[in-house]
């Protein structure tokens, strides 16, 4: 049986593929920082108001947002193939 962590990864590993589907077709109609920008605005936003309405403590947002800098900056990803011009 899965733990309550255990099904809280996998349905974050499902939306995430969910994403994976939208993030093409915005891709196609603004700039890739452009997109990556507006997550970010709802992550901040949808951060803020879990806390306020007690969804979420601000120790687990500073844990989200911890995750998101440990996945931008993680040393593994440091051979990626070269990033395109047009986002530098």
Not at 28 to 35: G, K, P, Q
Not at 48 to 68: D, E, T
């Amino acid at each position: 049986m899965l733990t309550a962590e255990d099904k809280f990864a996998a349905d974050v590993l499902s939306c995430v593929d969910d994403l994976n589907d939208v993030l093409p077709g915005l891709a196609v109609r603004y700039e890739e920082l452009v997109v990556i920008a507006a997550l970010a605005e709802h992550v901040g936003g949808a951060l803020r108001i879990f806390m306020r309405a007690g969804l979420c403590s601000a120790q687990q947002a500073r844990r989200v947002l911890l995750h998101v800098e440990e996945t931008a900056f993680d040393a593994s990803l440091d051979s990626l193939p070269e990033v395109p011009e047009r986002v530098q």
